[in-house]
């Protein structure tokens, strides 16, 4: 099924604070935007690894929820990210896709880049509910 962005929203609450941007998300994927701000720094300046684990989050969300109608469809269990590189300003997008959906759980990939530069891989498994 294939869920626009307009049918989506724009994201939740607390992704409208962070600033999330849904780019796409339809058949398993999703891209969501973060662009960078001050409000999102740590005390060393750079991207707060909360703040990249929340896009992460959501762009696994969005992929799991494109297979239905886009309403929440599936909660996060657990989530693994390794952070590759620091990010001190600039747009971040974030590609998630479905490795396997099943009646109960799926698991889900993810990366994030900066250009060409990869900034975190994660896997995750959410439950279906």
């Not at 294939?2 to 849904?22: C, K, N, Q, W, Y």
């Not at 989530?79 to 990010?87: D, F, G, L, T």
């Not at 889900?108 to 990869?118: C, P, R, S, T, W």
């Amino acid at each position: 099924m294939h869920v626009t962005v307009e049918e989506i929203g724009t994201s939740s609450a607390f992704g409208r604070l962070l600033g999330l941007e849904i780019v796409s998300a339809t058949a398993g994927e999703a891209v969501l935007r973060l662009s960078m701000h001050d409000g999102l720094r740590n005390l060393h300046g750079k991207l707060h690894g909360g703040a990249l684990f929340s896009l992460i989050d959501s762009a696994m969300g969005q992929a799991s929820h494109s297979l239905t109608d886009g309403t929440p469809s599936s909660v996060t269990l657990e989530c693994k990210v390794n952070y590759i590189r620091p990010v001190s300003e600039g747009d971040l997008l974030c590609r998630a896709w479905l490795l396997h959906s099943g009646q109960r759980t799926q698991v889900i990939e993810a990366e994030v880049h900066q250009g060409d530069k990869l900034v975190a891989k994660a896997q995750a498994t959410f439950a279906c509910v």
